[in-house]
C-alpha cells in the first residue's frame, strides 16, 4: 500500500504562485511514475503533470511553460510549482502513484486563483 498526502493548496491572485507537495509513504519501492492531476467543479479530471522515478516528465497542454513538477526522491515527494496562475487553473489538485501492481491518490489539495 502507499499513502499520498498533499499540501500547499490554498488562495492566490491570478499571477501568483504556489508550490504543492505530495509525500509518499508505504510501499514507496514499488512506485514509479507519479503524478498531479487537477479537477474543477463540473468538468472532468485531467492530467496536469507526470514524472517517472529517472526523472522524465510531461506537462499538459495548458500549463506548459507555467508549472513544473519536480521529484525529490530522497524525500519520497514530488512537487508542482505553479507559477502566473490564472483563475482557470481553480480546482482540486490531486497527486498521483503508479507503482507495481496498482494506482494510488491523493484526498486533493484545493487550489482556489482569484482574478
Known amino acids: 500500500q502507499v499513502q499520498l498526502v498533499e499540501s500547499g493548496g490554498g488562495l492566490v491572485q491570478s499571477g501568483g504562485s504556489l508550490r504543492l507537495s505530495c509525500a509518499a509513504s508505504?510501499?514507496?519501492?514499488?512506485?514509479?511514475?507519479m503524478g498531479w492531476y487537477r479537477q474543477a467543479p463540473g468538468k472532468q479530471r485531467e492530467l496536469v503533470a507526470t514524472?517517472?522515478?529517472?526523472?522524465?516528465?510531461t506537462h499538459g497542454d495548458s500549463v506548459k511553460g507555467r508549472f513544473t513538477i519536480s521529484r525529490d526522491n530522497a524525500k519520497n515527494t514530488v512537487y508542482l510549482q505553479m507559477n502566473s496562475l490564472k483563475p482557470e487553473d481553480t480546482a482540486v489538485y490531486y497527486c498521483?502513484?503508479?507503482?507495481?501492481?496498482?494506482?494510488?491518490w491523493g484526498q486533493g489539495t484545493q487550489v482556489t486563483v482569484s482574478s
Open positions: 498521483r502513484a503508479e507503482a507495481l501492481y496498482s494506482d494510488y
Open positions: 508505504g510501499t514507496i519501492f514499488t512506485i514509479n511514475t
Open positions: 514524472i517517472t522515478l529517472s526523472g522524465s516528465t
